[in-house]
């Protein structure tokens, strides 16, 4: 039920609610997450943003499992991204020694290979996802909700079981 | 900011906080007990643990770890310990401490509880364990050396029989070598005399022609000799007569050579005589049961099976120390992980840590006796205590000294050095005053007994570079008694366990080493001396008679016929020298004579050639 929560609660938050910044950032922040291995410092910096600043964390936890099915995916990539980064990035060199030696960035994992890399990717990705998802949201309350239901299409899928158990899903009450 | 983040986050994280700093202290010791009981096989129960957070360090007032092997006695305890963690290092998951200061370390105290452990530790764990079957362990590679010198028991006649015996008998039933060695000698002068003899004749028929040289050469007058063709023509005579003598000389020369060869012979021969006849006296004596308590092995028959035991129970600490003190960890290559890993990429360190590491554990000796008269307390220092020795370069070292009430003292210095590619490992230790309640003797079938109440003190090096093993001991026992599991078998065992009852003390020397591949054994000790020369004075007399019999007898039955042929060597060598000698003067004199008489001949013809040079210018000045 907890995972029928979230997706309600998204659902829900996509038609109204917080606002379409909220949204997104509790995306984006998920996406770091989702694509960067679990244990790191910056992991639990992360979840401390995403406990900390008021974004939604229903998005957050979406946005975590999406992107995590993703690094599975990706992993092989961001292993040769970390690789590439740590190993033939010359000028970065002086860098990752000083982190090496400095007494609390190990904690980070920096120099592991898939940290690094889907570290690096979960940033590059953070303002693309989190103006990306903005937009989705705005678009969706404004538009694309309403287009979508004067679509033939969406008034036969609405009559549908399916959309029955989209609803059922929607106005779901989650005992505590 | 979000509204409940400080009651969701921040109040439960203090809360957390809180009960850290409240439990740690049991959190910490209930940790540490566990891993140590799951590592030792026994248990391990600290007291007054604190955890302190700043700086972050450990400390306690009493640990004891009990003996897997005996529950009621620790393997140590330690009074007051403290050390604190380098908390920088801690961050990056390393175990870093300075120095440790362990206020007293007491091995071997006894327990008020039982501190054994239901679950049976894996054997290979512990030091002395059992359990030392691997392949390429020491101990292993050592068993069958060792079990072969204790199989090896002396050959010790089984017992000394009566020492009232028949020497005449005796004699005559033994084989003597000395006599058919003098027959073989007697054959061998007489064969070669018969050479000799037969060469000499050669020589009579050259003294002949010496004779007919002496002859022609005495013949030749120069006085008489006018003409300087003359004078000439007797030079080249007597230069013939030299040749012919010195072709005989050639001749004589080779005789010589081969006559001279066969006299050394001879010679060598009968001096073998006396060795021979020694060796038919200790045949003899084992006939006639006497045994030669000169002959080492007594000791090694009584103290080995126990000297090897004890051995391979120390060879299981080395290799204990071969499989936990690590070689350097190699740097991981390339890899394709599994998902969700990736590969660890490793830069210049400034300072390289190993995962763990204790500088220094400084051991303050103490006083206290509540461990048992029986405890010792030990002093000194073991540093550089890491998994990574390539990382520190610098090789574990351990010095401990320590004293017990008894009168026991020990003094340890050990150095594992995982530095390099082979590993190094050197033990030095000494162990004094040891009581040890009982020492098995013998074997079933010789001496079988124990010694009780011993004193033992023991010095020990040993050096282990790769697989090479070199160790030297040295062991006194002293201030024991003697107790046997049954009557004596024999009157060697009786003799000998005579003599032990006087003797109070001896030392094993022990050597064990596999420097050329092989284990190899070699034990030594006092002890066969001290028997025979105690063996001496409890035999006395009837001994030295009954040997003295015995030697009298082979003496007797060799003399005659030894005489006979030593005179016999000596008159033939002695007479073919003599004519040797003389022939060798008949020849140098013929040479001599020619020499003097070439000589006369050349100032002849020097002064008649002056004389007509003097004629043919008288003319010229006429």
Redesign the interface.
């Given at each position: 039920m907890f995972y029928l929560k979230f997706i309600r609660d998204f659902v829900n938050i996509l038609r109204a609610g917080q606002t379409p910044a909220q949204v997104a950032g509790g995306f984006a922040l998920g996406t770091i997450l989702g694509l960067s291995?679990m244990l790191t410092l910056q992991g639990a910096l992360v979840w401390?943003i995403l406990?900390?600043?008021?974004v939604n964390f229903s998005a957050a936890g979406v946005a975590m499992t999406f992107f995590a099915f993703f690094?599975?995916l990706l992993?092989?990539l961001?292993?040769w991204l970390?690789?590439q980064i740590?190993?033939n990035a010359g000028p970065l060199?002086g860098l990752?020694?000083f982190l090496?030696?400095a007494?609390?960035a190990?904690?980070t994992?920096f120099?592991?290979?898939?940290?690094m890399?889907s570290f690096v990717a979960a940033l590059l990705l953070f303002y693309p996802v989190y103006a990306g998802m903005k937009h989705f949201v705005v678009a969706y309350r404004t538009h694309i909700h309403s287009r979508l239901e004067k679509w033939k299409v969406y008034q036969v899928l609405d009559r549908s079981k399916m959309l029955q158990w989209y609803r059922r899903i929607r106005d779901l009450k989650v005992s505590p | 900011m979000r509204k409940k983040f400080v009651s969701f986050v921040i109040i439960p994280s203090v809360v957390v906080c809180l009960a850290v700093y409240l439990f740690i202290d049991t959190w910490v010791r209930l940790g540490l007990e566990a891993g140590g009981e799951a590592a030792i096989g026994a248990k391990v129960e600290f007291e007054g643990l604190h955890v302190s957070l700043s700086p972050l360090g450990i400390q306690w007032s009493r640990l004891q770890v009990a003996d897997p092997h005996d529950g009621w006695r620790n393997l140590f305890e330690t009074r007051d310990v403290r050390f604190a963690v380098n908390s920088g290092q801690l961050l990056r998951n390393k175990y870093i401490i300075q120095t440790m200061e362990v206020d007293e370390l007491i091995l071997g105290s006894k327990r008020s509880t039982d501190g054994s452990v239901k679950k049976a530790p894996a054997p290979a764990a512990t030091p002395g364990g059992t359990d030392t079957s691997g392949a390429g362990t020491f101990t292993a590679k050592a068993e069958g050396a060792l079990g072969k010198t204790a199989e090896k028991s002396p050959a010790v006649a089984a017992g000394i029989g009566a020492l009232h015996l028949n020497a005449d008998s005796l004699v005559k039933v033994l084989d003597i070598h000395t006599l058919k060695h003098l027959d073989s000698l007697k054959s061998q002068v007489l064969a070669s005399s018969g050479q000799w003899n037969a060469s000499l004749a050669d020589l009579e028929s050259s003294k002949k022609k010496l004779a007919e040289i002496e002859t022609g050469i005495k013949s030749i007058n120069p006085a008489q000799l006018t003409t300087l063709p003359a004078i000439t023509g007797a030079i080249a005579t007597v230069e013939n007569s030299t040749k012919g003598i010195n072709d005989i000389s050639s001749a004589f020369n080779a005789r010589k050579g081969a006559i001279q060869g066969d006299v050394q012979k001879l010679n060598a021969s009968a001096g073998l005589i006396d060795d021979i006849a020694a060796e038919d006296f200790t045949r003899l004596k084992a006939m006639a049961k006497l045994p030669n308590l000169s002959t080492t092995g007594v000791a090694r028959l009584l103290v080995g099976e126990e000297t090897v035991k004890k051995a391979t129970t120390y060879l299981s600490y080395v290799d204990w120390a071969r499989a936990h003190i690590k070689n350097s960890s190699s740097k991981p290559d390339y890899t394709s992980p599994p998902r969700m890993t990736g590969q660890n990429i490793a830069f210049p360190l400034e300072r390289a840590y190993p995962k763990f590491l204790i500088e220094k554990i400084r051991i303050s000796g103490g006083t206290d006796t509540s461990g048992g008269a029986s405890a010792i307390h030990a002093k000194g220092e073991i540093n550089n205590v890491t998994n990574d020795q390539s990382v520190t370069h610098l090789p574990i070292t351990a010095t401990l000294e320590g004293v017990e009430g008894g009168g026991r003292a020990f003094h340890l210095h050990a150095v594992f050095d995982r530095t390099k590619e082979v590993p190094y490992d050197e033990y030095e230790a000494s162990l004094g005053g040891v009581p040890v309640a009982e020492f098995p003797l013998g074997k079933e079938d010789f001496l079988s007994g124990k010694m009780t109440d011993a004193r033992m003190s023991s010095t020990v090096k040993a050096v282990v570079p790769g697989s090479a093993f070199d160790a030297s001991a040295t062991t006194t026992l002293s201030g024991f008694r003697m107790s046997y599991a049954s009557e004596p078998k024999g009157m060697l065992e009786q003799v000998i366990r005579d003599v032990l009852r006087d003797i109070h003390d001896f030392t094993v020397t022990f050597r064990l080493w596999n420097t050329d591949g092989e284990f190899k054994l070699a034990l030594a000790t006092d002890l066969d001396a001290k028997i025979a020369e105690r063996a001496t004075a409890v035999l006395g007399a009837e001994f030295t008679k009954a040997q003295n019999d015995l030697k009298t007898k082979l003496d007797g039955a060799i003399a005659g016929k030894k005489a006979e042929v030593m005179k016999l060597v000596g008159d033939k060598t002695a007479d073919v020298q003599k004519q040797l000698g003389a022939y060798q003067s008949l020849i140098g004199d013929r040479l001599s004579l020619a020499d003097a008489k070439k000589k006369e001949l050349t100032d002849r013809l020097d002064k008649e050639k002056k004389g007509k040079v003097n004629d043919v210018l008288k003319g010229i000045f006429k």
């Open positions: 291995p401390l406990l900390a600043i008021d690094a599975w992993d092989p961001f292993h970390g690789y740590l190993v060199k990752w020694t090496y030696n007494p609390i190990p904690l994992r120099n592991n290979t898939v940290v890399g | -």
